[in-house]
C-alpha cells in the first residue's frame, strides 16, 4: 500500500488549505484514513480519523476548523482546513489502516504565517 499526500503550503492566518491523500496497491480491506501532524520540536498528534463507515474524530484543538472526508471510489481522503492559525503549522502525514496493518505516507508541510 502507498500513500500519495499533497496539498501543503505557505498560508496566512485565518486561510484555508485542504490536504490529499490517495491509498493505491492492495487497499480493498481499507478500513481507516486519518491525518496526523508533527510540528517542530513536539510528538506526533492525531488531528483527525475517518472510518469506512464515515464515522470521524477530531482533535479537540481543529473541531470546528478542520474537516476530514473520504471518497471510497477514489480511496482518497482529504482533510479541509479552514480559520487556519500559526499553531496549526507542522508537517501533516496520513495513514491508512489496511486489513490491520497501518500504512503512512510521506508528510506535506503546512505553513501557517501570522
Known amino acids: 500500500v502507498q500513500l500519495q499526500a499533497s496539498g501543503g503550503g505557505l498560508v496566512q492566518a485565518g486561510g484555508s488549505l485542504r490536504l490529499s491523500c490517495t491509498a493505491s496497491?492492495?487497499?480493498?480491506?481499507?478500513?481507516?484514513m486519518g491525518w496526523y501532524r508533527q510540528a517542530p520540536g513536539k510528538q506526533r498528534e492525531l488531528v483527525a480519523i475517518?472510518?469506512?463507515?464515515?464515522?470521524?474524530n477530531y482533535a479537540d484543538s481543529v473541531k470546528g476548523r478542520f474537516t476530514i472526508s473520504r471518497d471510497n471510489a477514489k480511496n482518497t481522503a482529504y482533510l479541509q482546513m479552514n480559520s487556519l492559525k500559526p499553531e496549526d503549522t507542522a508537517v501533516y502525514y496520513c495513514?491508512?489502516?489496511?486489513?490491520?496493518?497501518?500504512?503512512w505516507g510521506q508528510g506535506t508541510l503546512v505553513t501557517v504565517s501570522s
Open positions: 495513514d491508512a489502516i489496511v486489513g490491520g496493518t497501518t500504512y
Open positions: 496497491g492492495s487497499v480493498f480491506r481499507l478500513n481507516a
Open positions: 475517518i472510518i469506512r463507515s464515515d464515522k470521524t
